[in-house]
C-alpha cells in the first residue's frame, strides 16, 4: 500500500491482538467485521500472531475495535 502516502496525511495503524482466532474462517470473519466500521481503510488478519493490523483513515476509539471483535465471540487481550 504506497499509495495511502499520496495524501499526506499520516495513516493509524493500530493491532488488535485476539484470543480464541482458530482459523481461516475466524480471520475472515473478524476482518469483515472490523472492515466494516466507519474509518477503517484495511484489515488484515495475522492468524499466528493472533491479531489484526487495522489501518484506520481516521482515529477509531479503542474500545469500538474491541466491541467489535467481541461481539463475534473472541476475546481481545490487547490493543496497540
Known sequence: GGIFMLFGKEKITKEVFIDGMS?????TK???ALAA???VSDVKVDLNGKRAIVKLKKE???T???ATVEDLGYTVTDIK
Do not use: P
Open 37 to 39: 466500521l466507519n474509518g
Open 60 to 62: 477509531i476509539d479503542d
Open 30 to 32: 473478524v476482518e469483515k
Open 23 to 27: 482459523c481461516m474462517h475466524c480471520a
Open 64 to 66: 469500538t475495535l474491541k
